[in-house]
Protein backbone atom coordinates (compact mmCIF):
# COMPACT_ATOMS: atom_id res chain seq x y z
CA UNK A 1 0.00 0.00 0.00
CA UNK A 2 1.49 3.37 -0.60
CA UNK A 3 1.82 6.78 1.39
CA UNK A 4 -1.31 8.24 -0.94
CA UNK A 5 -3.62 5.24 -0.23
CA UNK A 6 -2.75 4.77 3.53
CA UNK A 7 -3.84 8.51 4.17
CA UNK A 8 -6.92 7.91 1.98
CA UNK A 9 -7.85 5.17 4.52
CA UNK A 10 -7.07 6.92 7.46
CA UNK A 11 -8.25 10.06 7.97
CA UNK A 12 -6.88 11.18 11.09
CA UNK A 13 -3.57 10.17 9.88
CA UNK A 14 -4.74 12.62 6.70
CA UNK A 15 -5.83 15.77 8.93
CA UNK A 16 -2.50 15.23 11.15
CA UNK A 17 -0.58 15.70 7.99
CA UNK A 18 -2.77 18.45 6.89
CA UNK A 19 -2.46 20.29 10.11
CA UNK A 20 1.46 20.18 10.27
CA UNK A 21 2.05 21.36 6.61
CA UNK A 22 -0.02 23.94 7.60
CA UNK A 23 2.15 24.98 10.16
CA UNK A 24 -0.78 24.34 13.39
CA UNK A 25 0.22 21.35 14.92
CA UNK A 26 4.38 20.43 15.09
CA UNK A 27 5.28 18.04 12.37
CA UNK A 28 5.34 14.38 13.07
CA UNK A 29 8.68 13.01 13.87
CA UNK A 30 9.90 10.34 11.67
CA UNK A 31 11.51 7.50 13.05
CA UNK A 32 15.01 7.44 12.94
CA UNK A 33 17.75 4.68 13.30
CA UNK A 34 19.86 4.50 16.37
CA UNK A 35 19.80 5.39 20.12
CA UNK A 36 16.62 7.96 21.37
CA UNK A 37 17.50 10.25 24.00
CA UNK A 38 15.17 13.41 23.31
CA UNK A 39 16.04 17.10 22.28
CA UNK A 40 18.84 19.14 24.05
CA UNK A 41 17.68 20.08 27.08
CA UNK A 42 15.84 24.15 27.41
CA UNK A 43 18.12 24.95 29.89
CA UNK A 44 20.62 25.50 27.10
CA UNK A 45 18.90 28.09 25.49
CA UNK A 46 19.62 30.69 29.06
CA UNK A 47 22.95 31.23 27.73
CA UNK A 48 24.31 32.06 24.66
CA UNK A 49 25.90 28.90 22.27
CA UNK A 50 28.52 31.60 21.09
CA UNK A 51 29.77 32.98 24.03
CA UNK A 52 30.20 29.48 25.61
CA UNK A 53 31.76 28.19 22.78
CA UNK A 54 34.16 31.68 22.20
CA UNK A 55 35.60 30.57 26.02
CA UNK A 56 35.80 27.23 25.56
CA UNK A 57 38.51 28.06 22.68
CA UNK A 58 40.23 30.75 24.96
CA UNK A 59 40.49 28.13 27.69
CA UNK A 60 41.62 25.06 25.12
CA UNK A 61 44.20 27.75 24.09
CA UNK A 62 45.58 28.46 27.31
CA UNK A 63 45.68 24.36 28.19
CA UNK A 64 47.45 23.56 25.42
CA UNK A 65 49.87 26.98 26.21
CA UNK A 66 50.28 25.29 29.44
CA UNK A 67 51.45 21.69 28.36
CA UNK A 68 53.63 22.90 26.07
CA UNK A 69 55.67 24.78 28.80
CA UNK A 70 55.93 21.45 30.68
CA UNK A 71 56.91 19.43 27.57
CA UNK A 72 53.67 17.77 28.39
CA UNK A 73 52.00 18.73 24.51
CA UNK A 74 52.20 15.72 22.20
CA UNK A 75 54.14 16.89 18.64
CA UNK A 76 51.68 16.26 15.86
CA UNK A 77 53.76 13.54 14.31
CA UNK A 78 53.45 11.71 17.36
CA UNK A 79 51.50 8.02 16.31
CA UNK A 80 49.01 8.55 19.30
CA UNK A 81 48.36 12.35 18.27
CA UNK A 82 47.99 10.70 14.71
CA UNK A 83 45.77 8.01 15.70
CA UNK A 84 43.44 9.78 17.87
CA UNK A 85 42.97 12.66 14.83
CA UNK A 86 42.05 9.36 12.23
CA UNK A 87 39.60 8.13 13.96
CA UNK A 88 38.12 11.85 15.22
CA UNK A 89 38.47 12.28 11.36
CA UNK A 90 35.98 9.31 10.78
CA UNK A 91 33.48 10.49 13.59
CA UNK A 92 33.14 14.16 12.98
CA UNK A 93 31.15 13.57 10.04
CA UNK A 94 28.45 12.32 11.87
CA UNK A 95 28.20 14.78 14.44
CA UNK A 96 26.16 17.48 12.66
CA UNK A 97 23.03 15.22 12.74
CA UNK A 98 23.24 16.16 16.42
CA UNK A 99 23.86 19.73 16.24
CA UNK A 100 23.75 21.67 13.00
CA UNK A 101 26.31 24.13 14.97
CA UNK A 102 28.89 21.26 14.74
CA UNK A 103 29.26 22.05 11.01
CA UNK A 104 31.11 25.20 11.44
CA UNK A 105 33.00 24.27 14.80
CA UNK A 106 37.01 24.57 13.94
CA UNK A 107 37.76 20.78 15.59
CA UNK A 108 40.96 20.23 17.29
CA UNK A 109 42.16 17.07 18.77
CA UNK A 110 45.82 17.37 21.09
CA UNK A 111 47.78 14.79 23.33
CA UNK A 112 48.35 15.76 26.82
CA UNK A 113 51.39 13.91 28.81
CA UNK A 114 49.98 12.67 32.32
CA UNK A 115 48.59 9.69 34.21
CA UNK A 116 44.81 10.88 34.38
CA UNK A 117 42.45 8.16 32.89
CA UNK A 118 40.92 11.13 31.99
CA UNK A 119 39.74 12.83 27.89
CA UNK A 120 36.97 15.44 27.08
CA UNK A 121 35.39 17.48 24.19
CA UNK A 122 34.85 21.24 25.29
CA UNK A 123 32.13 23.27 23.34
CA UNK A 124 32.82 23.78 20.04
CA UNK A 125 35.03 20.82 18.98
CA UNK A 126 38.17 21.25 21.57
CA UNK A 127 38.82 17.78 22.27
CA UNK A 128 42.03 16.82 24.38
CA UNK A 129 42.99 12.93 25.53
CA UNK A 130 45.93 12.71 28.39
CA UNK A 131 48.42 10.17 27.77
CA UNK A 132 46.90 8.31 31.03
CA UNK A 133 43.92 7.01 29.42
CA UNK A 134 45.40 5.21 26.22
CA UNK A 135 48.17 3.68 28.22
CA UNK A 136 46.93 2.20 31.17
CA UNK A 137 43.82 0.92 29.70
CA UNK A 138 45.34 -0.42 26.75
CA UNK A 139 42.64 1.23 24.89
CA UNK A 140 42.24 -0.57 20.61
CA UNK A 141 40.75 1.81 18.18
CA UNK A 142 37.19 0.74 18.49
CA UNK A 143 37.29 1.52 22.53
CA UNK A 144 39.03 4.79 21.24
CA UNK A 145 35.70 5.62 19.41
CA UNK A 146 34.05 5.16 22.25
CA UNK A 147 35.10 7.55 24.72
CA UNK A 148 35.90 9.98 21.74
CA UNK A 149 31.88 9.41 20.79
CA UNK A 150 31.30 9.84 24.54
CA UNK A 151 33.10 13.11 24.55
CA UNK A 152 31.80 14.62 21.63
CA UNK A 153 28.57 13.52 22.37
CA UNK A 154 28.90 15.98 25.64
CA UNK A 155 29.58 18.61 23.18
CA UNK A 156 26.53 17.92 21.14
CA UNK A 157 23.86 17.98 23.44
CA UNK A 158 25.27 21.34 25.35
CA UNK A 159 25.80 19.52 28.37
CA UNK A 160 27.90 22.07 29.84
CA UNK A 161 25.94 25.10 28.59
CA UNK A 162 22.57 23.35 29.72
CA UNK A 163 24.41 22.77 33.25
CA UNK A 164 25.49 26.71 33.36
CA UNK A 165 21.97 27.42 31.96
CA UNK A 166 20.47 25.43 35.18
CA UNK A 167 22.38 27.16 37.31
CA UNK A 168 21.66 30.52 35.90
CA UNK A 169 17.96 29.41 36.69
CA UNK A 170 17.95 28.22 40.14
CA UNK A 171 20.40 31.65 41.00
CA UNK A 172 23.57 30.21 41.50
CA UNK A 173 24.78 31.64 37.88
CA UNK A 174 22.45 34.19 38.08
CA UNK A 175 25.45 37.32 38.59
CA UNK A 176 26.86 35.91 35.52
CA UNK A 177 24.12 35.43 33.30
CA UNK A 178 23.21 39.28 33.80
CA UNK A 179 26.44 40.63 33.39
CA UNK A 180 26.18 38.30 29.88
CA UNK A 181 23.24 40.76 29.13
CA UNK A 182 24.49 43.69 29.60
CA UNK A 183 25.07 44.40 33.22
CA UNK A 184 28.49 43.89 33.32
CA UNK A 185 31.80 43.60 31.15
CA UNK A 186 31.70 41.01 28.32
CA UNK A 187 35.40 39.80 29.39
CA UNK A 188 34.80 39.47 32.17
CA UNK A 189 32.01 37.43 31.54
CA UNK A 190 33.88 35.04 29.15
CA UNK A 191 36.26 34.59 31.98
CA UNK A 192 33.99 33.95 34.48
CA UNK A 193 32.35 31.33 31.73
CA UNK A 194 36.10 29.47 30.98
CA UNK A 195 36.50 29.02 34.11
CA UNK A 196 33.20 26.96 34.64
CA UNK A 197 33.68 24.36 31.67
CA UNK A 198 36.76 22.69 33.39
CA UNK A 199 34.74 22.37 36.20
CA UNK A 200 31.54 21.69 35.64
CA UNK A 201 29.82 18.17 36.55
CA UNK A 202 27.69 16.38 34.37
CA UNK A 203 24.51 14.47 35.64
CA UNK A 204 24.02 10.83 35.77
CA UNK A 205 21.64 11.59 33.20
CA UNK A 206 23.85 13.97 30.62
CA UNK A 207 26.83 10.45 31.24
CA UNK A 208 24.18 8.01 29.90
CA UNK A 209 23.32 10.20 27.17
CA UNK A 210 26.54 10.50 26.13
CA UNK A 211 27.27 6.81 26.34
CA UNK A 212 24.69 6.05 24.19
CA UNK A 213 25.30 8.84 21.63
CA UNK A 214 28.41 8.19 21.57
CA UNK A 215 28.19 4.60 20.95
CA UNK A 216 26.10 5.59 17.89
CA UNK A 217 28.49 8.21 16.67
CA UNK A 218 31.13 5.41 16.86
CA UNK A 219 29.03 2.55 15.06
CA UNK A 220 28.02 5.15 12.33
CA UNK A 221 31.69 5.33 11.36
CA UNK A 222 32.83 1.77 10.90
CA UNK A 223 33.80 1.28 14.90
CA UNK A 224 32.12 -1.72 16.75
CA UNK A 225 29.67 -0.45 19.43
CA UNK A 226 30.28 -3.82 21.75
CA UNK A 227 33.65 -1.81 22.83
CA UNK A 228 31.58 -0.37 24.61
CA UNK A 229 31.34 -2.92 27.42
CA UNK A 230 35.13 -3.79 27.20
CA UNK A 231 35.83 0.02 27.58
CA UNK A 232 34.02 -0.08 30.75
CA UNK A 233 34.98 -3.45 32.41
CA UNK A 234 38.51 -1.95 32.10
CA UNK A 235 37.29 1.36 33.63
CA UNK A 236 35.85 -0.83 36.12
CA UNK A 237 38.84 -3.07 36.95
CA UNK A 238 41.44 -0.31 37.03
CA UNK A 239 39.11 1.92 39.31
CA UNK A 240 38.27 -1.46 41.63
CA UNK A 241 35.08 -0.32 42.58
CA UNK A 242 36.45 3.58 42.99
CA UNK A 243 35.47 5.83 39.92
CA UNK A 244 38.65 7.60 38.23
CA UNK A 245 37.88 11.51 37.58
CA UNK A 246 36.40 10.35 33.92
CA UNK A 247 33.71 8.66 35.25
CA UNK A 248 33.19 10.63 38.77
CA UNK A 249 29.27 11.08 38.27
CA UNK A 250 28.71 7.95 36.65
CA UNK A 251 30.72 5.13 37.74
CA UNK A 252 31.13 2.15 35.64
CA UNK A 253 29.46 -1.18 36.64
CA UNK A 254 26.41 -3.56 35.43
CA UNK A 255 23.59 -0.87 35.42
CA UNK A 256 25.63 0.82 32.93
CA UNK A 257 27.04 -2.04 30.98
CA UNK A 258 23.55 -2.93 30.69
CA UNK A 259 21.89 -0.49 29.35
CA UNK A 260 25.04 -0.11 26.46
CA UNK A 261 24.17 -4.14 25.62
CA UNK A 262 19.97 -3.15 25.38
CA UNK A 263 21.01 -0.68 23.25
CA UNK A 264 23.06 -2.97 21.01
CA UNK A 265 20.44 -3.54 18.68
CA UNK A 266 19.73 -0.22 17.54
CA UNK A 267 23.69 0.46 16.56
CA UNK A 268 24.96 -2.37 15.21
CA UNK A 269 22.72 -2.08 11.82
CA UNK A 270 24.77 1.16 11.53
CA UNK A 271 28.00 -0.32 12.38
CA UNK A 272 27.59 -3.63 9.98
CA UNK A 273 26.50 -0.90 6.84
CA UNK A 274 29.88 1.31 7.51
CA UNK A 275 31.79 -1.87 7.66
CA UNK A 276 30.15 -2.85 4.57
CA UNK A 277 30.77 1.00 2.93
Same mark, same amino acid.
Given at each position: M? +????????????????L?????????????????????????????? !??? !?????????????????K???????????????????????????W?P???????E????G?????A????GG???????????L???????? @? *??????????????? !?? @???????????????????? /?? *??? +?L???G?????L????????????????????A /????????????? @?????????????? +?????? +??????????????P????????
Amino acid at each position: MN +THQTLRRHPIRRLTLLLALCGVIAPVALAREGVEVGGNSAFSKLVPA !ESV !ERSAGQQYTQMLQQAAAKNALAPKDHPQVQRLRAIAKNIIPFAIAWNPRARDWHWEINLIGGKQVNAFCMPGGKIAFYSGILDQLKLTDDEVA @M *VMGHEIAHALREHAR !ER @MGKNAATGLGANLLSQFFGF /GQ *VGQ +TLTNYGAQLLTLEFSREDESEADLVGMELAARA /GYNPRAGVSLWQK @MGALSKGAPPQWLS +THPSGS +TRIAEIEANLPKVMPLYERAKKG
